[in-house]
């Protein structure tokens, strides 16, 4: 067949697929964008998780891993984690890790072509990873994270501070966060061997913020054992639920719109209002947890500014310093109204 003729099918081929591709981004586009409801209260739905998954702890193959192209990153990922952590915190870890396989995603067609920005994706229901594009082994401590926080129940999938059903996408929770959380640990735990680009800055300052308020050792147990109602838990005692679970999807909201050269001006005062709901809740959390604590108040309020001006440091977050210390002051009105009402 002709030289000409070849490259006239190919890029007929090219063509076609393209199109495809953008039709099928286009129309799942017209069903998630919405904008004017998406973070309302009454379109957040409550996952309530089942227990932790138990399963004995088993000891790592590293036979069957040595076979794997990706031999020494995943092999250095096991002895990082397995140093750090208890087996109880590794229960996921151990359940996945002997079963998990990896894919050099070379072949498809969305690499080849360049179609696709993903780095690389975790699959639960088949406990694998497939890799694309550059830097592949920094990409790949990130999805290592997924695989030893996610167990499967039935349809139901857990992973990190992330549900979602296999039958229902409309259920799906908590990707925000767990995005965020999981590339912290990446850097935190990974940082010195691999230098790492991350698509979800923001995401990661509201998490280490929210682990601030939480304690690093604690949510770390959290996130490695799938237990975002024991994260639930926590926050609950500093925050109403409901200003808790729109917290969750306003950072899932963040994470699937977050992208100002494809929005128009309406809706990005949306996304800068869900922002800086985001930036308000972590400053109330903050003050009625420390609030709780038995120390001085001197230390308390040393505490309290510490928190709301680091807040302040990031523009990101579109709260100054000013406005933090305005929400502080409406708490402590709260608080007087509420302890007179009981005191009467």
């Known amino acids: 067949m002709p030289l000409g003729i070849v490259s006239s099918l190919l890029h007929l081929f090219v063509s076609i697929y393209t199109f495809y591709v953008v039709f099928k981004v286009s129309d799942k586009i017209k069903i998630n964008y919405k904008f004017d409801k998406d973070f309302f209260d009454k379109n957040v739905v409550m996952i309530h998780l089942p227990k932790e998954l138990l399963v004995e702890s088993k000891s790592i193959d590293f036979d069957r891993i040595n076979e794997n192209k990706f031999k020494d990153t995943i092999t250095y990922f096991c002895v990082v984690l397995t140093n750090h952590f208890d087996r109880d915190t590794l229960n996921c870890f151990y359940q996945n890790i002997n079963s998990l396989i990896v894919k050099d995603n070379i072949d498809s067609l969305d690499d080849l072509f360049n179609l696709t920005d993903t780095l690389g994706i975790y699959y639960n229901q088949d406990n694998s990873i497939k890799l694309y594009k550059k830097n592949k082994r920094a990409t790949l401590y ?19 501070f992330s549900y979602s059903n296999k039958n229902d ?31 979800y800055d923001f995401e990661i300052l509201i998490a280490s913020f929210l682990e601030e308020i939480v304690g690093k050792d604690l949510m770390e147990k959290l996130y490695l054992t799938a237990d975002f109602q024991g994260l639930m838990g926590i926050l609950k005692t500093y925050a109403y639920e409901d200003e808790i679970r729109i917290f969750i999807k306003d950072l899932d909201f963040v994470l699937k719109y977050n992208d100002e050269d494809k929005l128009n001006k309406k809706n990005i005062k949306i996304l800068n209002e869900v922002i800086k709901n985001i930036s308000e809740f972590l400053v109330r959390t903050n003050y009625r947890k420390v609030s709780m604590m038995d120390i001085s ?20 977050l579109l709260l100054s310093l000013d406005s933090a210390n305005k929400i502080i002051e409406k708490e402590i009105e709260r608080n007087k109204l509420i302890n007179g009402y009981y005191s009467r």
Not at 297 to 316: A, E, Q, W
């Open 169 to 199: 996408d409309s259920k799906d929770f908590g990707d925000g966060l767990n995005e965020g959380y999981t590339d912290l640990l990446t850097k935190r735990y990974f940082g010195n061997v691999e230098v790492f680009e991350s698509d």
């Open 142 to 160: 990130h999805e290592l994270f997924h695989m030893a926080s996610s167990y499967v129940d039935n349809n139901n999938m857990f992973s990190g």
């Open 297 to 316: 108040d001197d230390v308390k309020k040393r505490l309290i500014n510490s928190f709301n001006r680091k807040i302040d440091k990031h523009p990101g």
